[in-house]
């Protein structure tokens, strides 16, 4: 697969799918408690939808009501990486706890996948790809799952809230998980382009007078 090459061109879209998605909260909470959504439904944000908010009219099995926003089927949301690669980007809102579920409140939420069949993104990939969608937290930190769709294609959702974890246990829950669905030595692996990219822009930054 091929590596990615981030410019300015493609920060310059990232910025703009960033700006939409903060003026354009999808509101997951509200949908859940008017029973638009139900649990178990698939995530507005998700690849797997096969039809549009504009067409979901002509298929009246699909669960979710035409009044969804369908994330992935929206150019706002969506940046094109070097061809192979579909990063879609939104903001959620998962609601606030009530002692007895937890709340994430307002979630950055991105998922990525490719165009090769039977191929999924790497790690180091999708953690770039947070990076330059302004992720707080490494992929090992944030909440992971991954989504099949179409029949041969897997996409990585990625999640965490934007006021960062509600509390340590909860964090500590999702590195425990974590720890049982990415490969080993992935987060050895995170840390060192980590490491690499914060060096070549402190170089930038020297040799710029910065």
């Known amino acids: 697969m091929s590596a ?13 799918v960033i700006k939409y998605a903060q003026d354009n909260v999808i509101d997951l909470a509200g949908l859940r408690e008017s029973g638009q959504l139900k649990e178990g439904d698939p995530n507005p944000i998700q690849n797997q939808f096969k039809h549009s908010v ?4 002509s298929h009246p099995d699909d669960k979710v009501e035409a009044t969804l926003v369908v994330a992935g089927d929206k150019t706002e949301h969506v940046v094109f990486v070097d061809k192979n690669y579909k990063v879609v980007y939104s903001h959620e809102n998962h609601g606030e706890g009530d002692g007895e579920k937890i709340g994430l409140g307002i979630c950055r939420h991105l998922s990525m996948s490719t165009s090769i069949l039977g191929m999924t993104p790497n790690e180091l990939a999708v953690d770039m790809m947070l990076e330059e969608f302004g992720f707080i937290n490494p ?45 080993p030595g992935v987060r050895e692996s995170i840390d060192a382009r980590r490491a690499v990219s914060r060096n070549a822009l402190r170089d930038t930054e020297i040799s710029s007078g910065v």
Not at 4 to 16: N, Q
């Open 54 to 57: 504009e067409n979901i009219e």
């Open 4 to 16: 990615i090459i981030v410019d300015e061109s493609l920060r310059g879209k990232i910025a703009e």
């Open 139 to 183: 992929l090992y930190n944030c909440i992971i799952w991954p989504e099949r769709f179409e029949e041969s294609q897997i996409a990585i959702n990625v999640i965490e809230p934007i006021d960062d974890w509600p509390d340590d246990e909860v964090k500590a829950m999702v590195n425990e998980a974590n720890k049982k669905q990415l490969r």
